[in-house]
């Protein structure tokens, strides 16, 4: 497992952390994601060969939100 940090720009709640992490638990090869809100970054544990940081990235603005990657 890799564990990976993405800075994400526009969450203001626990609601908004659910959605990102939801979007990116959903994901196959993600086994586990932790958003915090305050630090504007989701901490993700994923199978680096099943999905890579561009699709986390793309989970996280299909969900609503944005990195910086």
């Known amino acids: 497992m890799e564990r990976t940090t ?3 720009a526009g969450m203001a709640c626990d609601g908004c952390e659910a959605t990102v ?5 959903a994901l196959d090869g993600v086994s586990s994601a932790s958003a915090d809100h305050e630090a504007d970054e989701v ?5 680096a060969a099943a999905v890579d940081e561009a699709a986390l990235a793309v989970a996280i ?3 609503g939100y944005e990195t910086a990657i």
């Open 61 to 63: 603005s299909d969900a």
């Open 21 to 25: 992490t939801d979007a990116l638990e």
């Open 43 to 47: 901490h993700i544990e994923h199978d």
């Open 6 to 8: 993405l800075e994400v």
